[in-house]
């Protein structure tokens, strides 16, 4: 069996291009961006971030990968 039968390709974001990653993760780990606006905005909040630079640092992650996906960002709420 290949990683796709058990694993999702995702690449994760960091404002610096060059610190992006690519990693394999377990499917049930995963939700994708823009299929649910209640997911997304919890998300986006970040209420579990440790930090407001982490708070930050999630939501210019959010932004990008709503701007390469072609997804239209939520607003603050």
Known sequence: MS???HAVLVLF??????????????????????????????????????SAGIV???RLAYAEACSSAGIEPLAPS
């Open 56 to 58: 930050k640092r999630l």
């Open 3 to 5: 990683h796709a039968e």
């Open 13 to 50: 974001y960091d404002p610096n291009p060059a610190a992006r990653s690519w990693k394999w993760v377990a499917p049930a780990q995963v939700c994708r961006l823009g299929t649910d606006a209640a997911v997304d905005r919890m998300l986006y909040r970040a209420r579990n971030a440790k």
